[in-house]
């Protein structure tokens, strides 16, 4: 019988994971408080309501066979007592180390990764004595909610501290500045049997939001090093089904930066650019069919488009180029730092992209 996907989250996170899901044969239905969202367009079904709306959630999980989550920030506690009652195969532990920086790093160490040193604050006394702690530079951020660098200050010195303690009264954590080489993500899925790795991604943020993943990350042994600590962390942790995990490579040290048990968006490249995805490789978890390991199909770059680029990714998508895979997700409100889309350019080295594509970009 054909089996249906629960996404909690109507983004272009579900729309994928909806269309990978129709590729398997399953069904999708999709909850989110925004009438347009982009995932409805492509799923069977979809209920409109807020992410704390627990009947709305319940009737979700009711209209579903499995169901998964494309949003981070369900409130915990309605999670917690569904899961007991429906299949929500992730579960929410993988939701809940990641929704506070302080557990996830805490957790992070506690389960075979390095971090950079960092401290808790939750006034004003106790944010000048954890700056003090960490030294300058460093950076001030809210513990949770925030998201693209929202929500963060870099300290270089007392100048900086007013705009800091403003993030107040939010329960804040000082970190170690770290002067990286370059940001790296790792997408892990796990099932009983196995984990496998995505080709590990070096990522180019933008006014903290990605702009570029770079595949494969660096030459020699580092990306198998990332992978390898991944799979690791991930069997540790005992977690089940995707999480992505952003690091720090510096030297031949690799930082924990944070994590979320979801598609990630530096994943995107992997539709076209691997022989499987990361959407497909999680339904492939939720419906219980066997893990596939990923290949690189060949060196790849994905852009990503912001409203301010919207324009020019249309046109590219006119010229049909060979290798370049253009994916507008179809949002009503069009922003110019929002994300609408992404480009995935296969059989793409960052020299040729540097040297043929940014100025096409306004961003
Ligand atoms: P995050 O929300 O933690 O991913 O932070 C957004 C971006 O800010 C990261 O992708 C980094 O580029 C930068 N950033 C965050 N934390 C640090 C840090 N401790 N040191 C240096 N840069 C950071």
Same mark, same amino acid.
């Given at each position: 019988?054909?089996?249906?996907?629960?996404?909690?989250?109507?983004?272009?996170?579900?729309?994928?994971?909806?269309?990978?899901?129709?590729?398997?044969?399953?069904?999708?239905?999709?909850?989110?408080?925004?009438?347009?969202?982009?995932? *409805?367009?492509?799923?069977?079904?979809?209920? =409109?309501?807020?992410? @704390?709306?627990?009947?709305?959630?319940?009737?979700?999980?009711?209209?579903?066979?499995?169901?998964?989550?494309? *949003?981070?920030?369900?409130?915990?506690?309605?999670?917690?007592?569904?899961?007991?009652?429906?299949?929500?195969? !992730?579960?929410?532990?993988?939701?809940?180390?990641?929704?506070?920086?302080?557990? #996830?790093?805490?957790?992070?160490?506690?389960?075979?990764?390095?971090?950079?040193?960092?401290?808790?604050?939750? @006034?004003?006394?106790?944010?000048?004595?954890?700056?003090?702690?960490?030294?300058?530079?460093?950076?001030?951020?809210?513990?949770?909610?925030?998201?693209?660098?929202?929500?963060?200050? =870099? =300290?270089?010195?007392?100048?900086? /501290?007013?705009?800091?303690?403003?993030?107040?009264?939010?329960?804040?954590?000082?970190?170690?500045? /770290?002067?990286? @080489?370059?940001?790296?993500s790792?997408i892990?899925?796990?099932?009983?049997?196995?984990?496998?790795?995505?080709?590990?991604?070096?990522?180019?943020?933008? @006014?903290?939001?990605?702009?570029?993943?770079?595949?494969?990350?660096?030459?020699?042994?580092?990306?198998?090093?990332?992978?390898?600590?991944?799979?690791?962390? /991930?069997?540790?942790?005992?977690?089940?089904?995707?999480?992505a995990?952003?690091?720090?490579?510096?030297?031949?040290?690799?930082?924990?930066?944070?994590?979320a048990?979801r598609p990630h968006n530096s994943g995107?490249?992997?539709? #076209?650019?691997?022989?499987?995805?990361?959407?497909?490789?999680?339904?492939? *978890?939720?419906?219980? /069919?066997?893990? #596939?390991?990923?290949?690189?199909?060949?060196?790849?770059?994905?852009?990503?488009?912001?409203?301010?680029?919207?324009?020019?990714?249309?046109?590219?998508?006119? !010229?049909?180029?060979?290798?370049?895979?253009?994916?507008?997700?179809?949002?009503?409100?069009?922003?110019?730092?929002?994300?609408?889309?992404?480009?995935?350019?296969?059989?793409?080295?960052?020299?040729?992209?540097?040297?043929?594509?940014?100025?096409?970009?306004?961003?």
């Amino acid at each position: 019988m054909q089996r249906t996907i629960g996404i909690i989250g109507g983004g272009q996170l579900g729309l994928m994971i909806a269309e990978q899901a129709h590729l398997l044969g399953a069904r999708c239905v999709a909850l989110d408080p925004s009438a347009d969202a982009p995932a *409805f367009r492509v799923c069977d079904d979809h209920i =409109v309501a807020a992410f @704390d709306d627990a009947a709305a959630l319940e009737e979700l999980c009711r209209r579903s066979d499995v169901v998964t989550y494309e *949003f981070e920030n369900v409130p915990g506690e309605l999670l917690v007592d569904l899961e007991r009652r429906y299949n929500i195969k !992730q579960g929410f532990r993988p939701l809940f180390d990641s929704q506070d920086r302080l557990r #996830e790093k805490d957790n992070a160490r506690a389960n075979g990764l390095r971090t950079v040193e960092y401290a808790a604050a939750d @006034d004003e006394a106790s944010l000048d004595a954890a700056v003090a702690k960490i030294g300058c530079p460093c950076v001030v951020k809210t513990r949770t909610l925030g998201y693209d660098g929202h929500g963060q200050v =870099v =300290v270089r010195g007392e100048a900086d /501290m007013e705009r800091a303690r403003a993030l107040l009264p939010a329960p804040l954590i000082v970190e170690q500045f /770290m002067p990286f @080489d370059y940001e790296a993500s790792a997408i892990v899925v796990a099932d009983d049997e196995r984990e496998i790795c995505f080709p590990v991604g070096r990522n180019i943020h933008k @006014d903290g939001i990605l702009d570029l993943c770079i595949v494969p990350c660096a030459d020699g042994g580092m990306a198998e090093r990332i992978a390898d600590e991944s799979r690791a962390f /991930m069997r540790r942790c005992g977690y089940r089904g995707i999480l992505a995990i952003e690091y720090f490579v510096r030297g031949d040290e690799i930082y924990f930066n944070e994590m979320a048990p979801r598609p990630h968006n530096s994943g995107h490249y992997t539709i #076209e650019g691997c022989t499987t995805n990361q959407f497909r490789e999680l339904c492939r *978890f939720l419906l219980g /069919m066997p893990l #596939e390991e990923p290949r690189l199909v060949a060196p790849t770059v994905m852009k990503n488009i912001l409203g301010c680029d919207l324009g020019a990714a249309e046109r590219i998508a006119e !010229q049909r180029l060979p290798g370049v895979y253009v994916h507008i997700y179809g949002k009503s409100v069009c922003r110019p730092l929002r994300k609408m889309g992404h480009i995935t350019f296969v059989g793409m080295t960052p020299e040729r992209y540097s040297a043929e594509w940014p100025d096409k970009f306004a961003r």
